[in-house]
């Protein structure tokens, strides 16, 4: 009889987490190998600084932005990293409970002396697990990247930038596995979650540009995770524990729902 859904699910995912890996630990070998191009540029600064301000919203203080940390600021942890993350926690929430629910797999599963409730957190347990192997290759391949590449990088930095990553990719993906539960619509949880993550990165980019909407950011999921550049000025706690407390409520209520609605067969 099945009990251990944490591991099972793991053992179902391990290809895409195992690839999923690989391509973070490339990206960061990939940033951290282009930087001393950037750094090394002639004149480079003063092109960032007559940009357009909303591009330079994208990429940060052009001073900011040829150092090593300010570069993987505004090319990893501002776009690239947070859409890896994402793709693979919602991907991943989605499939959870709603995707198990659509393939008739889910009342197999409910069928065995399990509680709703163990079979939920496990499922999140195992996805948390799973964005924390990505985070930590992704981790790798920027401190190896610097490395190779012979710059110094701050470890106490990109480790909390790293951090930031890993609880806003658990906030999307337990997000799309809350709503799934709730639901038992794959789509609807995809969906939501996707427009959450994107709308957020829209507003969060552009409402920093507008001044007398720059208040308003906080509303952006983004905000939270990285509106205070976390490599380079550390973790704001406050957004932090705002990022948690979202996930609580979702998951919270997902057990809730899941718990009294009817499994479709």
Do not use: C
């Not at 701050?154 to 809350?178: C, D, E, H």
Request: glycine letters at 10%.
């Amino acid at each position: 009889m099945l009990r251990n859904v944490y591991l099972k699910t793991l053992r179902d995912s391990r290809k895409s987490v195992l690839f999923y890996s690989i391509g973070t630990v490339a990206l960061g070998l990939y940033v951290t190998l282009f930087y001393p191009t950037i750094r090394d540029a002639t004149g480079f600064t003063d092109f960032l600084e007559d940009l357009p301000e909303v591009f330079q919203a994208l990429i940060g203080d052009a001073e900011t932005y040829t150092t090593a940390e300010g570069f993987l600021n505004a090319e990893v942890f501002s776009f690239m990293g947070p859409l890896i993350v994402s793709v693979f926690a919602i991907v991943a929430g989605t499939a959870a409970i709603a995707g198990e629910e659509e393939s008739h797999t889910l009342d197999q599963l409910l069928a065995n002396p399990i509680s709703r409730t163990s079979v939920l957190l496990q499922k999140a347990g195992a996805l948390l697990t799973g964005l924390l192997v990505l985070s930590v290759a992704l981790g790798i391949g920027l401190v190896a990247g610097s490395k190779f590449a012979g710059f110094d990088l701050s470890i106490t930095g990109t480790a909390q930038a790293i951090v930031s990553l890993y609880v806003f990719g658990a906030t999307m993906g337990l997000l799309a596995l809350s709503i799934g539960a709730a639901t038992g619509r794959k789509g609807l949880a995809g969906g939501v979650s996707a427009g959450v993550g994107i709308v957020g990165f829209l507003l969060d980019t552009f409402l920093s540009v507008v001044e007398a909407l720059e208040p308003a950011r906080f509303i952006s999921v983004f905000y939270y995770f990285n509106s205070n550049d976390v490599i380079l000025n550390g973790i704001n706690a406050a957004h932090l524990l705002a990022l948690i407390g979202i996930t609580g409520v979702a998951v919270a209520a997902a057990v809730w729902q899941f718990g009294r609605r009817d499994v479709s067969v």
